[in-house]
């Protein structure tokens, strides 16, 4: 019996240590790039757009490659609540996306870059056009984003082989909107 418990807790220390290990080499990268999203306006009337600004800033001491656009669903992924704790929908379609070289920027030590963009459903009479999160419900809603670049290292060594890109993923801080 002692020799079955003393494996058990030798398991589940080096599944701790593991764990130690992975969250350090996610917290050194978060640490050279901030991300953050900001609603507009934290109250909404019903019916109204949605605005967020995403912003991504550089705290390493280096150019690292980012993504300007903040294209939903695609390089920012939001996880939105709702009062009830259930998960808000996508509405629409995501579009399948080409990746261009001005989709990207060499963001240098200290800089940021920021874009403001519609969060909620846009074209929802028309679901082959309709993109957002469902937003239409009265009530408050917590939003965390995060930022990642989802394409392979060898992307981005082949687009810029001299700066880094920062593929993340890196999350924000939730932020909390009312629609009434």
């Known amino acids: 019996m002692k020799i079955l418990f003393g494996i058990v807790i030798a398991v589940l220390a080096s599944s701790l240590a593991g764990f130690a290990q992975e969250n350090t ?18 109250i909404y009337a019903k019916g109204e ?5 995403f912003r991504l800033s550089n705290h390493s001491r280096d150019k690292v490659l980012v993504a300007k656009t903040f294209q939903l669903a695609h390089f920012v992924t939001l996880d939105v609540v709702n ?29 940021s870059v920021s874009k403001k963009l519609i969060v909620s459903c846009v074209n929802k009479d028309d679901r082959s056009r309709a993109w957002g999160y469902s937003l239409e419900a009265p009530g408050k809603y917590v939003v965390t ?22 593929r993340g993923p890196v999350s924000a801080q939730p932020v909390t909107v009312e629609i009434r």
């Open 83 to 111: 009062a009830e704790g259930k998960h808000v929908e996508w509405c629409g379609r995501i579009a399948g996306q080409t990746d261009l070289p001005q989709s990207f920027i060499a963001l240098p030590p200290g800089e």
């Open 49 to 53: 757009k949605v605005e967020f600004t």
């Open 145 to 166: 984003g995060t930022y990642r670049l989802p394409q392979p290292e060898a992307f981005f060594k082949k687009l810029s082989p001299n700066v880094p890109a920062m």
């Open 25 to 42: 080499a996610k917290s050194g990268e978060e640490s050279k790039l901030a991300f953050v999203v900001e609603p507009v306006k934290t």
